[in-house]
């Protein structure tokens, strides 16, 4: 894939210099006939737009949202449904927390402190993934927690057409009680929720209910909390997304690429609706409808 090959020199040069030396040094690189093409207009606007089955879609789309809005959950259920990778860069840093390499140290201090690592990390961090991926033979992409910097959007706008932005949103008040619940197995990883959200409709909002996703009786001794899901670190973390968010937002925005969702629940009642938007079946999904 050409545009991971580029990406892979761009975070090379973000590793010994700055961020956006490298984007510049990348950009002069590219052949005329590479250099992006004014984006398209939103892909799934407009009364033309139709249904078509999963597996005939290839797509290179990115999740924007709050930490702990839920990327994750929704990113890796498309993932599942399209075939093509969800790439979380927030896995990405947690297991390089988890390894022996030389900035797990300094990740460690910036995660449990609630900042956002920077963009050279995140950029070796993925560059590394994309290597992997490229060898073997993936295509097509759903990146979850990236860009989070206009330097970074910028950098992945040079070397990649993206198709999608889904940007998804929540109030923030249910995002600190979700943190709050959150829950990974120490035996199978799997991760779980305690909390149970019902908050009432008032002052104009909507009511909201999520149920919790609790685990199978052989892990709930073995849950574990994030050492950064505490409340002060959540809020720092949403404090810091939503200072950072905007800029990344407007850049997309004015490509006409972002779709705004506001989830209207848990699960059950968010996915039906975003496959709605998307113009997606999953064909799993209606059959146990259907039984």
Known sequence: MAAVQRLLRAAASSSTSSVAAGRRRMATSLAPEQVPAAAPAFPFAGAERRRRPAHERNVQWVFLGCPGVGKGTYASR???????PHIATGDLVRDELASTGPDAVQLKEIVNQGKLVSDEIIINLLSKRL??????????????GFPRTVNQAEIL???TDIDMVVN???REDIIVQK???RRICSQCGKNFNLACIDVKAENGLPPIYMSP????????SKLLTRDDDTEEVVRNRLRIYNEMSQPVEDFYQKQGKVLEFDLPGGIPESWPKLLDVLNLEDQQEMKLAAA
């Open 131 to 144: 290597r992997k991926g490229q060898e073997k033979g993936e295509s097509g992409f759903i990146l979850d």
């Open 78 to 84: 498309l993932s599942r449904l399209l075939g093509v």
């Open 213 to 220: 996703l609790l685990p199978p009786n052989n892990c709930m």
């Open 168 to 170: 998804l949103k929540l």
């Open 179 to 181: 943190c709050l619940g």
């Open 157 to 159: 706008d040079g070397v």
